[in-house]
């Protein structure tokens, strides 16, 4: 069995696209794993790509055997009192970084399950060695991302890399193939490994944007077992809902373009000094 992990965002949509369009094999299935806490652009986009790759032959399956926003919420309950997000963590000044627990909790281990379903195999049968090839959307650019399977009867396989394609290449062949078709990038609401210019997309969604803050506030001293520290959603170390996010335009300033536009235009019908005879 053929299996695509479908993160939804750039480089797997790719894949998934570029099967649909008989550039690479058909996968026999695509599975997405839900974490119950993706943003709304995210949903809306699987939908639609759901219905391309169904159009095409290559069905797709979302399995959520967690929501890790209520996994959150509730911690304290869960896994020894500590979180399964990589969460900021401030001791005494010192910044640290939680444990990354929910790739496999929330991505790997549903998928897995689900294979072994369509297999119609129980969860701890014995499969033979490669008895699946999954496909991981990781494009040349992050390879060092690249890694061996946990489990022996699952062989990771990238085309991407195969095919030499970095994430520029993928975002130039959906331009190309699909009308300008832009993604957004896949991830949790309040998910740790945010950038700004992510954290302002979120904060551009008022109830994603509440919603984060209400966790944020949550896991603050929430963990039994983390004594002495406080976590956070933000790299800053500091609560959310006081984390500076407007634009420099948000805050009255007009954008870099505009001066270097300016600058065109000055240079332009200014008479020269000198002119060469």
């Not at 996010?245 to 008479?271: C, H, V």
């Amino acid at each position: 069995m053929k299996v695509l992990s479908l993160g939804a965002g750039v480089q797997s949509t790719t894949l998934l696209l570029m099967a649909c369009k008989g550039e690479i094999e058909k996968p026999d299935v695509a599975i997405f794993a839900d974490t119950g806490w993706e943003s709304k652009k995210t949903y809306k986009h699987l939908a639609w790509l759901k219905g391309e790759a169904e159009r095409n032959g290559i069905p797709v399956v979302t399995v959520n055997e967690r929501n890790i926003r209520d996994d959150s919420l509730n911690a304290t309950e869960l896994n020894g009192g500590f979180y399964f997000m990589p969460l900021h963590l401030d001791k005494s000044g010192v910044h640290l970084m939680g444990k990354r627990q929910c790739t496999d909790r929330y991505k790997l281990r549903p998928i897995f399950h689900k294979i072994r379903e369509l297999l119609d195999v129980s969860r701890k049968a014995r499969l033979p060695k490669d008895s699946v090839e999954m496909w991981i959307g990781i494009s040349l650019d992050e390879c060092k991302r690249m890694s061996l399977s946990p489990s022996k009867w699952v062989g990771k396989r990238y085309p991407l890399v195969e095919r030499m394609m970095s994430r520029n290449d993928c975002i130039k062949w959906l331009h190309e193939n699909y009308n300008g078709l832009s993604v957004a990038k896949s991830s949790c609401i309040g998910c740790p490994y945010h950038d700004t210019t992510t954290w302002q997309e979120i904060y551009a969604e008022p109830d994603e944007w509440a919603d984060a803050i209400l966790v944020d506030e949550a896991i603050r001293h929430g963990s039994k077992k983390a004594v002495g520290y406080s976590q956070y959603l933000h790299r800053l170390l500091i609560p959310l809902r006081d984390v500076d996010l407007r634009t420099p335009e948000d805050k009255g300033q007009l954008p870099f373009d505009f001066y270097k536009q300016e600058r065109i235009k000055l240079f332009a019908t200014t008479k020269p000094l000198w002119v060469p005879s």
